[in-house]
């Protein structure tokens, strides 16, 4: 080091790092070597300046020794690296693995800090984990010095500090903090983070809206319930696979809650923010989980937040944004989940409390006066003769209003209330076949938990056991995916209810191989078809040759089929060029309400 007049003034110098006092004080620890010139401190130069050389008494710099944690071990350059690991781990006092030491000293480049981290005792590794796992951090540092007698010796310096977090659990303290332990994408916390950031970034961006996603799982219980908690996880991770893969490079996924993620993405406009929501929707329909002889699928409810670039993000509130979306999939869940609903942000609409919508009430607490029946026809294509009637479960009253049917349902599954429903329109489907001389079929929905419920059976039995005749008039119809999550459990209450004269039929019939491949073992007189099989023929005309098949082979093994929700004439019309028996939707009358209820 030299002084401003071109003086030297030292050849050595040793620091420490910065070090924090008292309040806001900051200090670093200065060592310098001043022999070899000849100097000291009382010989400095008049010209030195105050501002060049601070010198203090020494019972100053006493003091301020106290507050440096740090040690200090300064290396001259001619040790080894054994001999550099035997002189640090001494005055350390660890018996670690000297072995290892010298190899990390080895691999450090001599013109670069090295930074190693040494536990203080051989139980820290011992223990594989312990909640306090401190170590000694050593940093070591090049000194740049002068070739003595033509040979330069690479001198550095050790800064010893004790007591330091284990790097490793630092880092993955903070994996935890801010992603999801499970499927690894962000958790809550990372997520309303990152969303301030986009909001900043819109304040300056008047080009590119942003897009704000609340998914809620549908009917994800019953992957936990019947396919155990592993199936439940695995699941979890899939749905995760997909948002990232839809979302891609520019969005971000996160899971926020027990089946609840959210997303965001860069989006120009309300179209846009849709498209991607409809891709998930997708995405998340093609998911199959087999566990066992059970197939597993999934759905969703989307509420999209949307925020065009005229509105001023700095008025909106990164938390309260994530709650507008979650209203808006609250009010998909309401209409029945598998939908998308969007919200058009405005700056106001993040600091209203989330007053307007209630959740949906639970399931156990609604009366028989508060449900009513509903029927609309199935209509026979070849002689446009009406020969059956499918019963619908509707709700009446306040309570009910805004909530659909199929959310309803869904919360009465999910709260173990399906059994007592369904026996309540069995009761009712019956009483009214009693009384009506015609023969025309009555079918109605029966949920895999009343399929599995011994005391469902038995009303269903005693029912018949008066008057077997009954029988003949009913039709007991089980959803595709019910058969898929509980093959044995439906395949069995199908034999049974073939056993006491229904008729039976799969709903919502997609084509899964798992429910073919049963056909031929399955006592079923019918196959409702999913409406968007029926709906892409119309669509695709070139699909019709799939859809062919499927009915061909279908009536090979001497089942009928049903299409859905039929709405023109032209739809009605290649239903019958494909030998589809029977349809129903408003084409042929819209659900009334039923005389039986």
């Known amino acids: 080091m030299t002084l401003k007049s071109g003086s030297e003034f030292c050849h050595h110098m040793i620091c420490t790092s910065v070090v924090s006092l008292t309040g806001a004080n900051q200090a670093v620890l200065v060592q310098f070597d001043m022999e070899e010139n000849g100097q000291d401190a009382k010989q400095l130069p008049e010209t030195v300046s105050r501002t060049e050389v601070s010198s203090k008494p020494a019972s100053v710099s006493l003091d301020l020794l106290e507050h440096f944690p740090d040690e200090i071990l300064v290396f001259d350059g001619s040790e080894s690296a054994e001999e550099k690991a035997v002189m640090l781990l001494e005055l350390i006092g660890s018996d670690y693995d000297i072995g290892v030491l010298i190899e990390a000293l080895q691999a450090g480049n001599e013109d670069l800090v090295q930074t190693l981290h040494i536990p203080e005792n051989r139980s820290f590794e011992a223990a594989g984990y312990l909640t306090d796992r401190q170590m000694c951090e050593v940093r070591i540092v090049p000194i740049r010095q002068q070739p003595e007698k033509g040979v330069l010796h690479r001198a550095s310096m050790a800064v010893i500090r004790r007591n330091i977090d284990c790097p490793h659990d630092v880092a993955e303290n903070r994996r935890l903090a801010y992603h999801d332990p499970l499927t690894g994408l962000e958790n809550r916390r990372a997520f309303t983070k990152a969303l301030k950031w986009e909001l900043t970034r819109l304040c300056s961006d008047h080009e590119t809206g942003l897009a704000v996603y609340y998914i809620d799982l549908?009917?994800?219980?019953?992957?936990?319930?019947?396919?155990?908690?592993?199936?439940g996880d695995e699941m979890l991770m899939r749905v995760a696979a997909c948002l990232s893969l839809t979302l891609g490079e520019f969005g971000t996924a996160a899971r926020i809650g027990g089946d609840e993620f959210a997303g965001m993405v860069p989006a120009a406009c309300e179209g846009a923010a849709l498209d991607v929501a409809e891709r998930i929707l997708d995405g998340l329909d093609r998911i199959r989980l087999e566990v066992g002889d059970r197939v597993?699928?999934?759905?969703?409810?989307?509420?999209?937040?949307?925020?065009?670039?005229?509105v001023v993000a700095e008025e909106i509130d990164a938390a309260a944004l994530l709650g507008v979306a979650d209203h808006a999939c609250l009010r998909g869940k309401r209409g029945?989940?598998?939908?998308?609903?969007?919200?058009?942000?405005?700056?106001?609409?993040?600091?209203?409390?989330?007053?307007?919508?209630?959740?949906?009430p639970d399931a156990g607490s609604f009366r028989g006066n508060e449900l009513t029946l509903f029927a609309m026809p199935i209509m026979c294509l070849k002689n446009d003769r009406v020969c059956g009637q499918e019963v619908l479960l509707r709700l009446q009253g306040d309570r009910a209003r805004g909530l659909s049917s199929r959310a309803w349902i869904s919360a009465a599954e999910r709260s173990g209330f399906i059994a007592q429903v369904d026996a309540w329109t069995l009761d009712r489907v019956l009483d009214a076949a009693e009384r009506s001389p015609e023969r025309s079929i009555l079918t109605m929905n029966v949920s895999a938990e009343s399929a599995r419920d011994p005391n469902f059976r038995d009303g269903l039995y005693h029912r018949l056991s008066v008057n077997p005749l009954l029988a003949a008039k009913l039709c007991l119809e089980i959803a595709e995916k019910d058969f898929l999550r509980e093959p044995a459990t439906i395949e069995s209450f199908f034999k049974f209810a073939a056993e006491l004269g229904c008729q039976t039929a799969v709903d919502d019939f997609a084509g899964h191989w798992p429910v073919l491949s049963r056909l031929t073992g399955l006592r079923v007189e019918w196959l409702k078809l999913e409406s968007s099989l029926t709906q892409q023929v119309i669509e695709e005309p070139a699909k019709a040759a799939i859809l062919n098949g499927l009915v061909r082979a279908a009536h090979e093994l001497g089942i009928k089929v049903v299409a859905k929700h039929v709405e023109t004439h032209g739809e009605a019309d290649l239903l019958r060029e494909l030998n589809i028996e029977a349809a129903q939707g408003h084409l042929f009358g819209a659900p009334v309400p039923w005389p039986g209820r």
């Open 218 to 231: 549908d009917e994800f219980k019953k992957v936990n319930d019947l396919g155990g908690h592993d199936a």
């Open 296 to 310: 597993f699928t999934i759905g969703g409810s989307i509420g999209v937040a949307f925020v065009d670039s005229s």
């Open 336 to 360: 029945g989940g598998q939908s998308v609903q969007i919200h058009s942000v405005q700056s106001t609409d993040c600091q209203r409390r989330r007053n307007e919508l209630a959740d949906i």
